[in-house]
């Protein structure tokens, strides 16, 4: 088994456009906002939803040739009724042995979680882990209204009304930090990080919802790091260059990304880089050269 030996760093990058990135379920499902600086918030837990669920429907851990999610819904039966299962109830599916659940889930393994087995519960650091999530400029919420197709009730004369809270664009950043020690004790392998990054790229471009429909990928950084190092803050280094006000910035054609910053940062510590990676949708421009596609060549030459 190839267990993780380095230590990565993560930066992503993604674009909504009039849709919900994560919505509170406590707030009307608005989507996640800080009011001091009109910016959108985005959760870890989101972001891992969305990996998870490329796993599951794209390559095939489903419960099948011994390769699963651990954290998803799964229902029982029980007098006639159907249930969703608990934790527990998860775990004696892998008949509660911690070891059966890591070597089986991969979303634990690289994730982390908390297993109730046998009157005891192991808690797994997740290797894997991100930062909330937030745009790089402000924005802000359209209320949307509408009708449903069916009336609250029998005798009504008209159908039920909506209210939908989107996003008219947003340009989204996260940080993450795959770190290599906690993978010693969840066995993360080499495999499952080419699995992690594919499910946050794949992932967020099939999540094809109404909600959800019109987010892409633009941009997935992965350094490699020789040591026990990581940079940090990434996404914070980024800046926007437009001749529009934040709050009209409606497409990739309103803007540039600057990434200086994060160029500069890279040289100073190019000593403790091993790898970089990027993967990098070709219409985003950046204010340097006009083009992320050669960005990879170019780090790696510069560092």
């Not at 379920?25 to 989101?46: A, G, M, Q, Y």
């Not at 029982?76 to 934790?87: I, L």
């Amino acid at each position: 088994m190839n267990v993780i030996n380095n230590r990565s760093e993560i930066l992503f990058l993604y674009e909504i456009e009039n849709a919900n990135p994560n919505g509170d379920p406590l707030n009307e499902n608005r989507p996640r906002f800080d009011t001091e600086d009109n910016k959108i918030l985005v959760s870890d837990v989101r972001l891992k939803r969305t990996i998870r669920d490329y796993w599951f429907e794209y390559k095939g851990f489903n419960g099948s040739n011994e390769k699963d999610i651990f954290v998803r819904e799964t229902n029982y039966e029980m007098d006639g009724k159907n249930y969703v299962a608990s934790g527990k109830q998860r775990a004696e599916l892998f008949k509660e042995s911690k070891d059966k659940v890591l070597e089986t889930c991969i979303d634990v393994r690289v994730f982390g979680g908390i297993l109730p087995i046998k009157g005891d519960t192991f808690t797994f650091t997740g290797p894997a882990q991100f930062q909330m999530g937030k745009s790089l400029h402000e924005t802000d919420i359209m209320t949307e209204q509408g009708t449903g197709a069916f009336a609250s009730g029998e005798k009504r004369a008209q159908a039920t009304f909506r209210t939908e809270y989107k996003v008219p664009y947003a340009l989204i950043g996260f940080n993450g930090i795959i770190n290599e020690k906690a993978g010693q004790y969840t066995q993360m392998t080499e495999e499952d990080k080419r699995l992690l990054i594919e499910g946050i790229w794949n992932g967020t471009k099939n999540l094809i919802s109404r909600s959800k429909f019109g987010q892409t990928p633009l941009l997935l950084l992965v350094i490699d790091y020789k040591e026990p190092f990581y940079i940090g803050g990434l996404r914070q280094r980024l800046k926007l260059n437009s001749t529009k006000n934040d709050l009209q910035i409606r497409s990739l054609e309103d803007y540039e990304l600057d990434i200086s910053n994060v160029k500069t940062v890279l040289k100073e510590h190019a000593d403790k880089i091993e790898n970089i990676s990027v993967q990098v949708d070709p219409r985003l421009k950046v204010v340097d050269n006009g083009s992320l596609v050669n960005l990879k060549n170019s780090l790696v030459n510069e560092l």
